[in-house]
């Protein structure tokens, strides 16, 4: 009989405020938003920090995760994909099984395990750093 694959989360002792401590395990990621910014040299120069480059955007079916049923979007800021071997870009769903944060001081990595049963393989871990990120939750 084969055995299925366990899939834990874990976080920093000290989360950000916008993370979802307390999970999104059956979350479906319905779309993924790509966006390049216009690069505006002064303002890089001034506000290097608050500075966005880019965006990478999951939009979030959150109604039948077991504990975090209330995130509808997440947003990373000046990301870099480290799997670049997956996209999640022009797909159907993709379940959201469990992931890592990691917190380097400077920015973040992301790591998800996923399902997509239309795809092969059909489990597969997504890695993204970025700087920043903001989550929009149901009201």
Same mark, same amino acid.
């Given at each position: 009989m084969k055995q299925g694959n366990i899939h834990?989360?874990? @976080?920093?002792?000290?989360?950000?405020?916008?993370y979802w401590v307390r999970g999104l395990h059956d979350a479906c990621i319905t779309g993924v938003e790509v966006m390049e910014f216009p690069f505006d040299y002064s303002l890089f120069i001034k506000e290097k920090e608050n500075y966005n480059r880019n965006l990478f955007a999951l939009k979030i079916d959150a109604k039948g995760a077991l504990f975090d049923?209330?995130?509808?979007?997440?947003?990373?800021?000046?990301? !870099?994909?480290?799997?670049?071997? +997956?996209?999640?870009?022009?797909?159907? !769903?993709?379940?959201? !099984?469990?992931?890592?944060?990691?917190?380097? +001081?400077?920015?973040? +990595?992301?790591?998800?395990?996923? *399902?997509? @049963?239309? *795809?092969?393989?059909?489990? @597969?871990?997504?890695?993204?750093? @970025?700087d920043r990120a903001e989550v929009h939750r149901k009201k």
């Open positions: 834990t989360s874990t @976080f920093p002792p000290d989360p950000p405020s916008w049923t209330s995130i509808k979007e997440i947003l990373l800021y000046n990301y !870099k994909i480290l799997s670049e071997e +997956v996209s999640l870009e022009n797909r159907k !769903k993709i379940w959201w !099984k469990a992931d890592r944060l990691t917190d380097h +001081v400077q920015y973040y +990595v992301l790591e998800i395990d996923l *399902a997509d @049963f239309d *795809a092969d393989p059909e489990e @597969f871990t997504f890695r993204i750093k @970025f």
